[in-house]
């Protein structure tokens, strides 16, 4: 059906921590009425996604014997995720979510975006009683809220060094019982509008992510609504390092490259991401595979 029309990127619509806290009165927003310009938002961009396609494979192989030999195919699950994006003008209203497999596809929900005075909430179609709210000063993200039953439970504020347009950090709130439950602070260093380090220390672990990036413009640019380079970065990423050390000083290092091909405009086409693990005697590989189609300008 729509896998037959092309598509995609990653969807990465983070599932922030549930708990409950302080009440806070949903603000009234309205869907077009109030439409922010780019200049207030930045959520306008030239790159309009109007199709996207993930085809996502996850491949499990296990070795025949106790010695570590000869890999025999074990179990492969496909699945295929379609959105469709609809605009107004430049601005973003909806995307339909479809999940299933290839050529079965069925709606499973919409994320709907609304506006007004420098703000965007961001809800899902199944869960009404959910939403996120991004705050905006000029071209400046200031803070990203979670509520659930009109209740915050997630929240995370921006902090810029002097005059520049990206941040230097963001102070993490989960609430819960009433209050702030535990609170976590983010280091970013941004070049040219991207986050090319995110990084952390809690309770003795740290972890961090390095990226490189391409000249190709981030789609989902304030639409993620989370605290990723693809919610705050303003190009694709080309590489991703991840470098986690636990409690005890354990490390665990793990490498991603983005493999990209791109149209005559210099737009993402498609997209290749090649990743794997090792358990006991199973090798696990996960392949994903993104098509993209933009709307003109």
Known sequence: MLRKMLCAVIIVMAAFLVCACGKDDEPSLPVSDSVPSSSETSNATKARLHLETHTYHDITLKYAN????????????????TNLWNWQSDTLVSIEHFVGTEGSESLSY????????????IRRSDRPSQYT???FDSTRIISIETYIDGQRNWACDFHYDAAQDSPSSAIVN????????????????????????????????????????????????????????????????????????????????????????????????????????????????????????????
């Open 174 to 297: 989960n609430y819960a019982n009433g209050g702030v439950q535990n609170t976590t602070e983010y280091h970013f260093q941004f070049v040219n509008g991207d986050m090319v380090s995110l990084s952390y220390t809690s309770n003795g672990s740290s972890f961090k992510k390095n990226y490189t990036y391409g000249t190709a413009p981030n789609p989902y640019r304030f639409t993620d609504a989370t605290l990723t380079y693809l919610n705050l970065s303003s190009h694709v990423a080309l590489t991703e390092d991840y470098m986690y050390t636990d409690t005890y000083d354990m490390e665990n290092v793990e490498h991603k490259d983005f493999r990209y091909t791109y149209t005559s405009e210099g737009r993402p086409l498609t997209l290749d991401i090649r990743t794997g693990s090792v358990v006991g005697k199973y090798v696990n590989e996960y392949l994903h595979h993104y098509d993209y189609v933009f709307l003109s300008d």
């Open 66 to 81: 106790m010695q570590l030999e000869d890999l025999v195919s074990a179990d492969t699950a496909v699945e295929v995720t």
């Open 110 to 121: 919409s994320t709907n975006f609304e506006y007004a005075d420098g703000k965007v909430r």
């Open 133 to 135: 709210l991004m705050t």
